[in-house]
């Protein structure tokens, strides 16, 4: 059954505002085309966001569907969408944990099973929007075929083949990132080696298990509301 792209980014949103990874500027979208993508509006609550906040643009921003106008910085999507033919979701976060690590210059490391799923972890080394077709280039240049990049002092990027992928790895990062501060607080946190790594990516990269974390999230914001 095929589902509509615009009631799954309103229910990404608000379990990622829910989950305090997404905040009011945070965007989400998805690949409609070759040429164009389903964003968030820019002005629509994040919180409450429904099918109707998600409108459709092409890569230079030309509103072809919708209630409003994409983010400012929907050049960061448009940038990533004509690098990587693989990606058919990104998610922009300015997620707290993982933009901690980017103000103190601490590496992402990977502490955890499936945060080390986003290792290594590369750093786009500006804390400016993305709201220039430029910065949208460089940004897909600093990701190349990686999963995720943070954004020095200004969040996270995560893109995924689907957008139940790219929810549930952005949800890892930032439970890595949070695993690492605190660990940080007691001492040297144990880094998952290459052997740990290569076998957690062989069991845990599974669109199964992505699901199941997309269940999660989404039974906890129905028990919530």
Same mark, same amino acid.
């Given at each position: 059954?095929?589902?509509?792209?615009?009631?799954?980014?309103?229910?990404?949103?608000?379990?990622?505002? /829910?989950? $305090?990874?997404?905040?009011?500027?945070?965007?989400?979208?998805?690949?409609?085309?070759?040429?164009?993508?389903?964003?968030?509006?820019? $002005?629509?609550?994040?919180?409450?966001?429904?099918?109707?906040?998600?409108?459709?643009?092409?890569?230079?921003?030309?509103?072809?569907?919708?209630?409003?106008?994409?983010?400012?910085?929907?050049?960061?999507?448009?940038?990533?969408?004509? /690098?990587?033919?693989?990606?058919?979701?990104?998610?922009?976060?300015?997620?707290?944990?993982?933009?901690?690590?980017?103000?103190?210059?601490?590496?992402?490391?990977?502490?955890?099973?499936?945060?080390?799923?986003?290792?290594?972890?590369?750093?786009?080394?500006?804390?400016?929007?993305?709201?220039?077709?430029?910065?949208?280039?460089?940004? /897909? @240049?600093?990701?190349?075929?990686?999963?995720?990049?943070?954004?020095?002092?200004?969040?996270?990027?995560?893109?995924?083949?689907?957008?139940? %992928?790219?929810?549930?790895?952005?949800?890892?990062? %930032?439970?890595?990132? %949070?695993? @690492?501060?605190?660990?940080?607080?007691?001492?040297?946190?144990? *880094?998952?080696? /290459? %052997?740990?790594?290569?076998?957690?990516? *062989? $069991?845990?990269?599974?669109?199964?298990?992505?699901?199941?974390?997309?269940?999660?999230?989404?039974? $906890?914001? *129905?028990?919530?509301?």
């Amino acid at each position: 059954m095929q589902t509509d792209p615009r009631r799954d980014l309103a229910a990404c949103i608000r379990m990622l505002e /829910a989950n $305090k990874i997404l905040d009011y500027n945070g965007h989400c979208s998805v690949r409609h085309s070759d040429s164009a993508f389903y964003v968030n509006i820019g $002005k629509a609550t994040r919180a409450t966001a429904r099918p109707e906040d998600i409108c459709l643009v092409t890569f230079e921003g030309e509103v072809l569907s919708g209630n409003g106008t994409p983010p400012l910085e929907f050049h960061l999507h448009a940038g990533i969408y004509k /690098a990587r033919k693989d990606v058919n979701a990104v998610i922009h976060a300015h997620s707290k944990w993982s933009t901690y690590l980017t103000m103190a210059r601490q590496d992402y490391l990977p502490v955890f099973a499936q945060g080390s799923l986003l290792y290594p972890m590369p750093i786009l080394d500006t804390p400016n929007s993305i709201n220039t077709k430029g910065m949208g280039d460089q940004l /897909a @240049q600093v990701l190349r075929e990686r999963p995720a990049c943070l954004l020095k002092s200004h969040g996270a990027v995560v893109v995924g083949s689907t957008l139940t %992928e790219a929810f549930a790895l952005v949800n890892y990062l %930032e439970e890595n990132a %949070e695993r @690492q501060y605190h660990a940080q607080m007691i001492g040297t946190p144990y *880094q998952f080696s /290459a %052997e740990e790594r290569a076998l957690s990516q *062989q $069991k845990l990269w599974s669109p199964g298990l992505f699901q199941r974390t997309w269940d999660h999230f989404a039974a $906890k914001l *129905q028990s919530i509301n």
